[in-house]
């Protein structure tokens, strides 16, 4: 029984390390790449999340965590221009080759997805080619590529949703006459693409591909929302501004608890500094007023598709009496963010168990920083990260948010647990003295 016990331990001893390595294990791409392409030793698969050209740093985003990566100017690149075109192509597909070079993932070779050469130009269809079909086309069937949350928080209006990762699981969207107009968007990456080929090859004798997608739709046009991401977002204080367009002696009878009854002509002041806060309209006005608001340059406007009427009758939250008028909207903070006003608290006095971290370079540091901040550069974040202690309170800024946030990934990466980072411009001025603004 002994040999037993101890061949058991031994063999569990032996495995323990291929166990742990299969438990820590990131996926080394997106899901959606995942439906078309197999991992490969030394390739990441995601869309770009951010670049920084001042440490030669990029974020890619694979959904289920953020990868970051150097490149030089050995680094080759694909389907785009050069290195600094990158820049025009955040949160779209590109696949990055690596090396692992004194423990960072050094890019080779960074490719965009280009899925659009797959198309002909004719099946390629602009923002006035979508409005024309949509006027003309009454069988017109849009198709949102999106994943369903995205869906749920603005979509072009009649829009279906089927996601490219489960195009395969949901053809029963897709109408039984093969001959009916297809149009296809998501963000302008190559989700609708990949969905416009695959119905291609289901027979569709009628697709189009709307290229700019999303970013391009939401410069001057309005989107739709699910009413349950107007019912949710209600009960978990999601940060949005809720806007009855109906008259306010109607309005103040019944109408979507926290809604507000606002004078358009005379409060753009007070609306927020962020042109991309979620505007949500509902009421007889609403395309009316939805257009005032777009034409002020915010992109964020969105009609809920149904009346009082209807969203008090589904049992949703509705309240009587006066409305506000006066709109307050905080954003919600990225996860692993510090605020503002605790920075800037910092900033004066440093608690004993924190560490304020600045990962410009040397030379940014010396012109001003946070008095007491310790200089750790992004670009010698992961080869000289055990110079800092674990355990203590860690905050890093730099002069954007940009190279914090990445610093923060890395080092979240290294098992660090008590870290944030300040998501914000940072200017300092002669005196030693500092200013934060945010979006």
Same mark, same amino acid.
């Given at each position: ?133 949509? @006027?003309?086309?009454?069988? &017109? =069937?849009? #198709? $949102?590529? *999106? ?6 928080? +603005? /979509? %072009?209006? !009649? ?75 209600? @009960?978990?204080?999601?940060? &949005? =501004?809720? #806007? $009855?367009? *109906? ?6 009878? +019944? /109408? %979507?608890? !926290? ?181």
């Amino acid at each position: 029984m002994k040999n037993v016990v101890g061949i058991i331990v031994t063999s569990v001893f032996l495995l323990l390390p291929a166990l742990l390595f299969a438990v820590e294990a990131k996926p080394t791409m997106a899901p959606l790449c995942a439906g078309c392409h197999q991992p490969e030793t030394g390739v990441l698969m995601g869309t770009l999340d951010n670049i920084s050209y001042k440490a030669d740093t990029l974020q890619l985003d694979l959904v289920s965590h953020k990868e970051i990566i150097r490149f030089d100017e050995k680094t080759r690149v694909k389907n785009v221009a050069s290195l600094e075109e990158l820049k025009i192509y955040k949160n779209r597909a590109f696949t990055v080759n690596f090396v692992m070079r004194k423990g960072e993932k050094l890019a080779t070779a960074i490719t965009r997805f280009d899925v659009l050469k797959a198309l002909k130009p004719e099946e390629k269809i602009d923002k006035a080619g979508l409005k024309k079909l949509m @006027a003309e086309k009454k069988n &017109l =069937v849009i #198709v $949102d590529a *999106r994943p369903v949350p995205r869906y749920d928080e +603005g /979509h %072009i209006p !009649g829009a279906i949703v089927m996601p490219a990762a489960a195009f395969d699981k949901q053809v029963d969207k897709l109408p039984k006459d093969k001959s009916t107009p297809l149009v296809f968007y998501c963000v302008g990456g190559c989700s609708s693409p990949l969905s416009g080929v695959k119905a291609k090859s289901l027979g569709y004798t009628d697709v189009k591909v709307y290229v700019g997608g999303m970013p391009d739709w939401v410069k001057s046009e309005y989107t739709t929302v699910t009413p349950s991401y107007l019912k949710n977002g209600l @009960a978990q204080g999601l940060p &949005l =501004v809720l #806007v $009855d367009t *109906r008259a306010r002696t109607v309005a103040e009878q +019944g /109408h %979507i608890t !926290g809604a507000l009854s606002l004078d358009l002509e005379n409060t753009r002041l007070s609306f927020p500094r962020q042109k991309n806060a979620p505007i949500i309209l509902y009421g007889d006005r609403s395309p009316e007023a939805a257009a005032t608001v777009i034409a002020w340059g915010y992109t964020g406007v969105k009609l809920l598709p149904m009346t009082y009427a209807q969203w008090q009758a589904a049992g949703n939250p509705v309240a009587t009496g006066a409305l506000g008028t006066a709109i307050v909207y905080v954003p919600k903070a990225k996860p692993g963010t510090v605020s503002p006003e605790e920075f800037t608290k910092l900033g004066k006095t440093i608690s004993s168990d924190t560490d304020v971290i600045d990962v410009r370079y040397g030379d940014e540091y010396a012109a001003g920083h946070v008095p007491g901040a310790k200089n750790f550069p992004l670009e010698d974040m992961a080869e000289h990260a055990a110079e800092i202690t674990k355990g203590r309170k860690l905050v890093l800024y730099c002069d954007t948010g940009m190279r914090a946030e990445m610093a923060y990934n890395i080092l979240k990466d290294k098992g660090y647990t008590t870290v944030r980072f300040l998501d914000g411009t940072l200017t300092f001025e002669k005196d030693g003295s500092f200013g934060v603004t945010t979006d």
